[in-house]
């Protein structure tokens, strides 16, 4: 006699079996190599987007450079898609990407290279941080033209509801823009046109075209990867958004090394690739093209490291930033070199509230001692503030190192980037701490110092 359905009865058991087969084909699935091939795969269309539109590629990071291979790559952008989440829609005055006016402006326009987790058609920050930004510089840079001043945001991933809201928000963030007091004179000299963004996906029809657009600077966002409704295990091994989550499953692989030993890397079994990405990251020299050290205000430089040599000249003064955690008693190496330990990641971004007073009593002495005779800088002005230079480095040079500078211009220097004659470790505020940080991120557009970082100079120097 057959046995109803209704009557099967399984052990928890073969219950439990059958959970972990799945995770087991999902994580299978989930493969480095799996992930190497999908980013090659999607890698292949941005290469056809930028030969459709003949216009640079611009990395949306940390996600966008997987998919770009470094000769072909343009510059960076820092468009959070949490800016463009549902009810957020900010304008960041930290992430300014002013840099890509002058790209944008002598090319006709760009794209913006960025990916998205399974499922989605593409990233907010493609779909509403990128047209926040393309609107409200128009705002700024074309106050005389009303028509430029239109949000554009796509209708099929954007409300009607959705984009009402975001566009009464303009306003606000253009007075956010215009506080900062950078010189909008000089920017809007680098476009022609206002900018506009489009949007570009695997569902697209490409065309071959050099298309000239005569109302505006085309500031088109690529969403990389293919859109996946179901689950990976029924792609053949695609992964939408692979270049995501690197901490996850990278092992240490950045995009320069995969680009550098993609063939390799690519025919090598799933078994070996754990071994092999590990000694090509172990044995991957120093960035040959990483910039040297960065002028982010007057006489104020950022650096990464590793740092071969403290620089032995009297007038500049060295703070290196590692990842160890050290006594402050050990800090002070000479009167110009100071290594600090802090720790690692968000550890090391809570611990630099404590030792930035000891760091900027240690940069105020540097700059109070009378200069040497022989120590003055070619070139340089006679006032010894002026012939001095701060210079701090840390793992990235983008993150902890931007902070202190930002505490210590802050701290010590005036609007005009003359030293102060005191300097209190409090009475700042947040207008006043975000212009002077614009201004380093104008200065230098590739910083990325984070939240955890700036909440804790807010902290310090707001007392």
């Known amino acids: 006699m057959a046995t109803a359905t209704?009557?099967?009865?399984?052990?928890?058991?073969?219950?439990?079996?059958?959970?972990?087969?799945?995770?087991?084909?999902?994580?299978?699935?989930?493969?480095?190599?799996?992930?190497?091939?999908?980013?090659?795969?999607?890698?292949d269309f941005v290469s056809e987007v930028a030969s459709a539109f003949t216009r640079p590629l611009i990395a949306n990071e940390r996600c966008g450079s997987w998919y770009i291979p470094p000769a072909n790559k343009a510059g960076s952008a820092y468009f959070k898609?949490?800016?463009?989440?549902?009810?957020?829609?900010?304008?960041?005055?930290?992430?300014?990407?002013?840099?890509?006016?002058?790209?944008?402006?002598?090319?006709?326009?760009?794209?913006?290279?960025?990916?998205?987790?399974?499922?989605?058609?593409?990233p907010d920050a493609l779909s509403k941080t990128v047209p926040i930004w393309c609107c409200v510089l128009n705002h700024v840079l074309f106050p005389e033209t009303p028509a430029f001043h239109e949000l554009y945001t796509p209708p099929n991933t954007v409300s009607r509801s959705e984009h009402t809201q975001i566009e009464a928000r303009i306003p606000e963030h253009v007075a956010s823009l215009r506080e900062l007091g950078i010189n909008m004179d000089v920017l809007r000299r680098e476009l022609k046109k206002p900018l506009r963004p489009m949007w570009v996906t695997q569902e697209s029809q490409l065309l071959q075209t050099d298309?000239?657009?005569?109302?505006?600077?085309?500031?088109?966002?690529?969403?990389?990867?293919?859109?996946?409704?179901?689950?990976?295990?029924?792609?053949?091994?695609?992964?939408?958004?692979?270049?995501?989550?690197?901490?996850?499953?990278?092992?240490?692989?950045?995009?320069?090394?995969?680009?550098?030993?993609?063939?390799?890397?690519?025919?090598?079994?799933?078994?070996?690739?754990?071994?092999?990405?590990?000694?090509?990251?172990?044995?991957?020299?120093v960035d040959v093209n990483a910039p040297g050290p960065r002028e982010v205000a007057p006489s104020l430089f950022v650096s990464c490291l590793p740092f071969t040599e403290?620089?032995?000249?009297?007038?500049?003064?060295?703070?290196?930033?590692?990842?160890?955690?050290?006594?402050?008693?050990?800090?002070?190496?000479?009167?110009?070199?100071?290594?600090?330990?802090?720790?690692?990641?968000?550890?090391?971004?809570?611990?630099?509230?404590?030792?930035?007073?000891?760091?900027?009593?240690?940069?105020?002495?540097?700059?109070?001692?009378?200069?040497?005779?022989?120590?003055?800088?070619?070139?340089?002005?006679?006032?010894?503030?002026?012939?001095?230079?701060?210079?701090?480095?840390?793992?990235?040079g983008k993150d902890l190192s931007v902070g202190i500078a930002l505490a210590l211009l802050c701290q010590n220097f005036d609007s005009e980037g003359n030293l102060k004659p005191d300097a209190q470790p409090s009475g700042h505020t947040k207008s006043d701490i975000r212009v002077k940080l614009s201004r380093i991120m104008t200065a230098f557009p590739e910083a990325n110092p984070s939240r955890a970082t700036l909440q804790s100079v807010n902290s310090y120097l707001m007392g």
């Open 6 to 43: 209704s009557e099967l009865v399984f052990s928890p058991q073969a219950n439990h079996n059958f959970s972990r087969i799945l995770s087991d084909l999902k994580r299978s699935n989930l493969s480095i190599s799996n992930r190497l091939r999908s980013i090659r795969e999607d890698a």
């Open 310 to 396: 403290p620089s032995t000249s009297s007038s500049t003064c060295t703070v290196i930033i590692h990842s160890n955690t050290t006594d402050p008693s050990t800090w002070v190496k000479s009167p110009s070199f100071m290594e600090v330990g802090v720790g690692k990641h968000k550890r090391a971004s809570r611990n630099l509230r404590l030792a930035l007073p000891n760091i900027n009593d240690f940069v105020r002495r540097f700059l109070q001692r009378e200069p040497d005779s022989n120590s003055s800088l070619e070139g340089s002005a006679t006032s010894s503030s002026e012939k001095r230079r701060i210079l701090i480095a840390c793992e990235t």
């Open 81 to 122: 898609s949490t800016d463009g989440h549902t009810g957020q829609w900010r304008f960041s005055t930290r992430r300014l990407n002013l840099n890509l006016l002058a790209i944008i402006g002598e090319n006709d326009g760009c794209i913006i290279v960025d990916s998205t987790r399974r499922g989605k058609r593409m």
């Open 211 to 285: 298309q000239i657009f005569d109302d505006f600077h085309p500031v088109i966002c690529c969403t990389s990867s293919r859109r996946v409704l179901g689950g990976e295990m029924s792609e053949g091994g695609y992964i939408q958004g692979a270049g995501d989550d690197t901490e996850n499953w990278a092992l240490g692989l950045t995009p320069p090394v995969f680009w550098r030993h993609e063939d390799i890397l690519l025919s090598t079994p799933e078994a070996d690739l754990p071994d092999l990405v590990r000694s090509l990251v172990a044995n991957s020299a």
